[in-house]
């Protein structure tokens, strides 16, 4: 009989825990589909035709956008390491790929939880994988920052503006990631109540550490702009001039600004945001069309790349976990 409250309590957590994956799943759901229904209300708005679109290029453009985001799932990896858990390869990259898709629902804080959420277990912590997260994205985020001010400032100097944003971002959100400011900053919010433990896992996070990622995420950086490249390219009919590899650094400007300026309004997927910085950059030398058409189209190539990669490691991971039949 005493069982029964117990068997009871654990039916309870399992229900709960159900109906909170379900809900996390909704809104993620919901996200997708509103930016897909925007994307293509945008581009009728466009009389954009598919028929004008080079596939192949297309194609390549998915391939190299999941490229490019493959050295920040390495970076969180190994800071997971840094601060003392024990993810497999098979379970990080499965986190991060999947908790990606919480981008597309406001405030984007279902990132922090899909991606916490798949990770944790007896090896990893759930406080700890939560600052894994932070100090990831926050890298990448300053990084991108610096390679837009970066071009920028070398070529493209009558945007002062966009220079100065540029700057005041990369210092913004890269000058938390400074080990002792996050260090400080994680023992203010309280984690140490969460996990007595915490501060021998932030001494993991150093300027070594630090180093690794920026030098990850300029390879991804520069991946991420070969990607809206290849998406231009996959456009070419509808450009006012021709898409050449000489344009390729004012591109990963354009992708990199885009991508961060849309990280830092919180709105689902940087909606309307991504779209104005990648119009003001390549308006001038390709037509403003064009570069309407590119913004959306690049959005939802990065996108169906996700669900698509994030369908396979789901399924990848349901198989591997299933019981083996005699």
């Known amino acids: 009989m005493s069982s029964d409250p117990a068997s009871n309590k654990t039916r309870l957590i399992r229900l709960v825990k159900l109906a909170f994956r379900l809900l996390v799943l909704t809104l993620v759901g919901v996200g997708i ?17 598919w028929r004008q679109v080079q596939w192949i290029w297309l194609v390549l453009s998915a391939v190299v956008y999941l490229a490019a985001t493959a050295p920040c799932w390495l970076f969180w990896h190994r800071t997971l390491r840094a601060m003392g858990q024990d993810p497999s390869w098979r379970e990080s990259l499965r986190a991060y790929y999947i908790g990606h898709l919480g981008k597309y ?3 984007k804080a279902l990132v922090v939880v899909i ?15 939560v600052a894994a997260v932070f100090v990831e994205t926050l890298t990448m985020m300053a990084v991108g920052a610096f390679v837009a001010a970066a071009i920028i400032g070398g070529l493209l100097r009558e945007q002062t503006w966009l220079l100065a944003l540029s700057v005041g971002m990369m210092i913004c959100i890269g000058g938390p990631t400074a080990p002792p400011i996050f260090r400080r900053l994680v023992r203010l919010v309280g984690v140490r109540k969460v996990n007595p433990d915490i501060d021998q896992a932030l001494a993991g996070i150093d300027s070594r550490l630090m180093a690794f990622g920026w030098s990850l995420n300029l390879v991804g950086w520069m991946l991420m702009g070969l ?6 390219r ?44 990648v119009m003001t950059l390549l308006a001038t030398p390709f037509g403003v069309g064009a570069a309407a058409i590119c913004a959306i189209v690049s959005r939802l190539v990065g996108l169906l790349a996700e669900l698509l990669f994030g369908a396979i490691l789901y399924a990848g991971k349901r198989s591997a976990s299933a019981p083996p039949t005699a």
């Open 227 to 232: 990607s809206l490249w290849l998406t231009l």
């Open 115 to 129: 991606r916490s959420g798949l990770i944790r277990g007896p090896r990893v912590d759930t406080s700890i994988a």
């Open 33 to 49: 589909w509103h930016t897909v229904q925007k994307a293509l209300v945008e581009l009728r708005a466009q009389q954009f035709s």
């Open 105 to 107: 629902f406001p405030g």
């Open 234 to 277: 996959a456009l070419s009919t509808t450009t006012a001039v021709p898409v050449e590899l000489n344009q390729l650094p004012r591109v990963t400007c354009c992708a990199a600004l885009a991508m961060v300026a849309g990280f830092v309004s919180l709105l689902p997927g940087g909606l309307v945001v991504r779209e104005y910085v």
